[in-house]
């Protein structure tokens, strides 16, 4: 896990003296991906640079960025090949260390880019061929690890690990007609970003610039689901047997690991698959001061049950505002997801004790977790249609929802249910998790955002069929731009590895070759990951209802954030309508309409405008 940025121009040549400070300053506004170390290379056009976190191979082989034996190869990379030790075999080469870096050249060499289809694991990488000359800017298949890249005013082109960095190097400003986007959803719409002319290598493809120009290749693409369902011990048996070995894979380390631990299915199961195959973890959980979001009791049962050590972090009531500074300032770019805040405090503690922490990300999203799967799926049925008429109903008669503390409560959901039912089973989906309606934008001066944005997702996923089609949206959509950026960015803010072991392809893939009612059936979603828990002996995790890593932002926007949001109104007053805005806030306050995450999502907007300023 590391960071990458370069400049390069196959044309213009220019000196690497003109380069060199360009190089310098990217590297800077990396520098907290790899606290461990720093490297660059040049080649004509070209310069390469690299900042290190030392997991694998922590000796100067592991050095990067790295060339291949046969010299043809330039690489960065930044992420983990997690069966990299089994395809040394198959690769003709006399070894000078024990990274994954180096496998990875030694397979391009002899599979060009051939050899993607081999690798187990995270990556963003810039492979620079020496003999075609042409740079290969490739993401892994789901999107674990960032990659950005940017035309430069001058001929060429810049890239690197974090969009900001990128779009400073530019001078690029905020993009105005995807704000909407990014008040509706809380990230921008998928392959752009919130900086002019910065874009985004999309999750599973090849960017590739050369003297032609550039050229965008998807080298992978989810499969579909079989006709035939298994049978449930065959499922069980191919579940336990990808499951243990991508834990058993997510472990491959040379410096300590640990495990985020809460009372819900993923991580139980990750906690357990690690004990299980010997493994020696350090546990880390939250313990919310709002007793209605605490789950620390049980994870601590579980770590105890399994002999692991815990570190629990206590997370106040109320938001410290130099912590919300701190993840403004670290999210690269606005990302308007409360849990942001709790991720980015366990990873500054984990990292007091370990480099690397295996995270339950991912699960949700491709076993079917979370409740919306569960109103997809029942929004055409006569159920479905009665929860309809119900929260229309609700609505009509007692007006909005109204701020409460805890998690969102049956009258938000039936709430959003109504609102997006009557649309299709695809759009109302991607819909529920709708932060500013389309109301609440042009109440504050902006068009609702442009639909085209997720067509072609959501035209993609409609070939599937159910639920699988809301899995496949969400995979595309909602877990690389929230789920993963939220983990990569509060991860790296501290040094820390984030990994994911649910999104090792092979289990995705499993995932999505079987048939919805496999996954998801009477409202209770990852039924394989249940079975397996019950299987292990751990009957609570295997029936826990689906929590979710929520924060009381209500009871923060109804008190010192939603004054620091009045307090910090220049920030926005060229975007929005800030009298609007104080309008929310004291409806917000007063109780008659929960306006919380909208006022979140500005209040960050604000925080990370002025900390980029």
Same mark, same amino acid.
């Given at each position: 896990?590391?960071?990458?940025?370069?400049?390069?121009? &196959?044309?213009?040549? &220019?000196?690497?003296?003109?380069?060199?400070?360009?190089?310098?300053?990217?590297?800077?506004?990396?520098?907290?991906?790899?606290?461990?170390?720093?490297?660059?290379?040049?080649?004509?056009?070209?310069?390469?640079?690299?900042?290190?976190?030392?997991?694998?191979?922590?000796?100067?082989?592991?050095?990067?960025?790295?060339? =291949?034996?046969?010299?043809?190869?330039?690489? @960065?990379?930044?992420?983990?090949?997690?069966?990299?030790?089994?395809?040394? &075999?198959?690769?003709?080469?006399?070894?000078?260390?024990?990274?994954?870096?180096?496998?990875?050249?030694?397979?391009?060499?002899?599979?060009?880019?051939?050899?993607?289809?081999?690798?187990?694991? $995270?990556? @963003?990488? @810039?492979?620079?061929?020496?003999?075609?000359?042409?740079?290969?800017?490739?993401?892994?298949?789901?999107?674990?690890?960032?990659?950005?890249?940017?035309?430069?005013?001058?001929?060429?082109?810049?890239?690197?690990?974090?969009?900001?960095?990128?779009?400073?190097?530019?001078?690029?400003?905020?993009?105005?007609?995807?704000?909407?986007?990014?008040?509706?959803?809380?990230?921008?719409?998928?392959?752009?970003?919130?900086?002019?002319?910065?874009?985004?290598?999309?999750?599973?493809?090849?960017?590739?610039? =050369?003297?032609?120009?550039?050229?965008?290749?998807?080298?992978?693409?989810?499969?579909?689901?079989?006709?035939?369902?298994?049978?449930?011990?065959?499922?069980?048996?191919?579940?336990?047997?990808?499951?243990?070995? /991508?834990?058993?894979?997510?472990?491959?380390?040379?410096?300590?690991?640990?495990?985020?631990?809460?009372?819900?299915?993923?991580? /139980?199961?990750?906690?357990?698959?690690?004990?299980?195959?010997?493994?020696?973890?350090?546990?880390?959980?939250?313990?919310?001061?709002?007793?209605?979001?605490?789950?620390?009791?049980?994870?601590?049962?579980?770590?105890?049950?399994?002999?692991?050590?815990?570190?629990?972090?206590?997370?106040?009531?109320?938001?410290?505002?130099?912590?919300?500074?701190?993840? @403004?300032?670290?999210?690269?770019?606005?990302?308007?997801?409360?849990?942001?805040?709790?991720?980015?405090?366990?990873?500054?503690?984990?990292?007091?004790? %370990?480099?690397?922490?295996?995270?339950?990300?991912?699960?949700?999203?491709?076993?079917?977790?979370?409740?919306?799967?569960?109103?997809?799926? $029942?929004?055409?049925?006569?159920?479905?249609?009665?929860?309809?008429?119900?929260?229309?109903?609700?609505?009509?008669?007692?007006?909005?929802?109204?701020?409460?503390?805890?998690?969102?409560?049956?009258? %938000?959901?039936?709430?959003?249910?109504?609102?997006? /039912?009557?649309?299709?089973?695809?759009?109302?989906?991607?819909?529920?998790?709708?932060?500013?309606?389309?109301?609440?934008?042009?109440?504050?001066?902006?068009?609702?955002?442009?639909?085209?944005?997720?067509? /072609?997702?959501?035209?993609?996923?409609?070939?599937?069929?159910?639920?699988?089609?809301?899995?496949?949206?969400?995979?595309?959509?909602?877990?690389?731009?929230?789920?993963?950026?939220?983990?990569?960015?509060?991860?790296?803010?501290?040094?820390?590895?984030?990994?994911?072991?649910?999104?090792?392809?092979?289990?995705?893939?499993?995932?999505?070759?079987?048939?919805?009612?496999?996954?998801?059936?009477?409202?209770?979603?990852?039924?394989?990951?249940?079975?397996?828990?019950?299987?292990?002996?751990?009957?609570?995790?295997?029936?826990?209802?689906?929590?979710?890593?929520?924060? &009381?932002?209500?009871?923060?926007?109804?008190?010192?954030?939603?004054?620091?949001?009045?307090?910090?109104?220049?920030?926005?007053?060229?975007?929005?309508?800030?009298?609007?805005?104080?309008?929310?806030?004291?409806?917000?306050?007063?109780?008659?309409?929960?306006? =919380?995450?909208?006022?979140?999502?500005?209040?960050?907007?604000?925080?990370?405008?002025?900390?980029?300023?």
């Amino acid at each position: 896990m590391c960071g990458l940025v370069g400049i390069f121009d &196959p044309v213009g040549r &220019p000196p690497r003296a003109a380069l060199e400070p360009i190089l310098a300053r990217l590297l800077r506004d990396i520098a907290h991906r790899g606290p461990d170390g720093e490297g660059a290379a040049h080649e004509p056009g070209l310069a390469l640079g690299h900042r290190r976190l030392a997991i694998l191979d922590v000796s100067d082989t592991g050095l990067q960025p790295m060339s =291949s034996h046969d010299g043809r190869y330039l690489l @960065a990379h930044n992420g983990e090949i997690y069966n990299h030790l089994d395809l040394r &075999p198959q690769l003709p080469s006399e070894w000078r260390g024990t990274s994954d870096t180096e496998t990875l050249l030694e397979a391009f060499s002899a599979h060009g880019l051939e050899a993607l289809s081999r690798l187990c694991g $995270m990556f @963003a990488l @810039a492979v620079y061929d020496r003999r075609e000359r042409r740079l290969h800017l490739i993401r892994d298949r789901f999107g674990i690890k960032p990659l950005f890249f940017a035309a430069r005013p001058e001929g060429g082109w810049i890239f690197g690990s974090e969009a900001r960095a990128v779009g400073r190097a530019i001078g690029a400003r905020l993009r105005r007609d995807v704000l909407a986007d990014y008040l509706s959803w809380g990230y921008p719409p998928p392959g752009s970003t919130l900086l002019e002319g910065v874009l985004e290598v999309a999750p599973g493809e090849i960017v590739t610039l =050369s003297e032609r120009g550039l050229d965008r290749q998807q080298y992978y693409t989810l499969p579909r689901a079989n006709e035939a369902a298994p049978s449930p011990r065959d499922q069980d048996e191919a579940f336990d047997a990808i499951f243990t070995r /991508s834990v058993r894979e997510h472990q491959l380390s040379d410096v300590p690991i640990g495990v985020l631990l809460s009372s819900g299915v993923d991580s /139980s199961a990750i906690a357990i698959a690690s004990a299980r195959s010997g493994a020696r973890l350090t546990g880390f959980t939250v313990r919310f001061g709002d007793e209605g979001l605490d789950e620390s009791a049980e994870a601590g049962r579980l770590a105890r049950d399994l002999g692991l050590p815990v570190v629990v972090l206590s997370v106040p009531k109320e938001l410290d505002r130099a912590t919300l500074d701190a993840v @403004a300032a670290s999210s690269d770019l606005p990302l308007a997801d409360s849990s942001n805040v709790g991720t980015w405090l366990i990873a500054r503690e984990a990292r007091k004790h %370990v480099k690397v922490l295996l995270t339950g990300d991912g699960a949700d999203e491709t076993w079917a977790g979370y409740e919306t799967y569960t109103a997809t799926d $029942m929004v055409r049925s006569p159920l479905g249609r009665a929860a309809r008429l119900a929260g229309r109903d609700l609505d009509a008669f007692f007006g909005p929802p109204r701020p409460r503390a805890g998690r969102p409560g049956l009258r %938000v959901k039936l709430s959003r249910f109504s609102r997006y /039912s009557g649309l299709e089973p695809l759009e109302a989906h991607r819909r529920w998790r709708t932060l500013v309606d389309d109301v609440s934008l042009r109440s504050l001066g902006l068009d609702r955002p442009d639909p085209a944005h997720f067509r /072609s997702h959501i035209e993609s996923a409609a070939v599937r069929d159910g639920v699988n089609g809301a899995l496949a949206l969400d995979v595309s959509t909602y877990l690389v731009q929230d789920e993963l950026t939220r983990l990569d960015r509060m991860a790296m803010a501290h040094g820390l590895e984030g990994r994911v072991p649910f999104l090792d392809h092979r289990l995705v893939e499993l995932a999505f070759s079987w048939r919805p009612e496999v996954k998801l059936r009477s409202g209770l979603g990852k039924r394989p990951v249940r079975r397996w828990l019950e299987a292990q002996g751990f009957p609570g995790p295997a029936h826990a209802r689906k929590r979710g890593f929520n924060h &009381p932002v209500a009871s923060w926007m109804a008190g010192a954030a939603g004054q620091w949001l009045l307090e910090d109104q220049s920030a926005l007053e060229d975007l929005v309508d800030t009298p609007r805005v104080a309008g929310w806030v004291q409806e917000h306050r007063s109780g008659i309409r929960d306006r =919380s995450y909208e006022l979140f999502a500005l209040l960050i907007l604000g925080r990370w405008r002025m900390a980029a300023a």
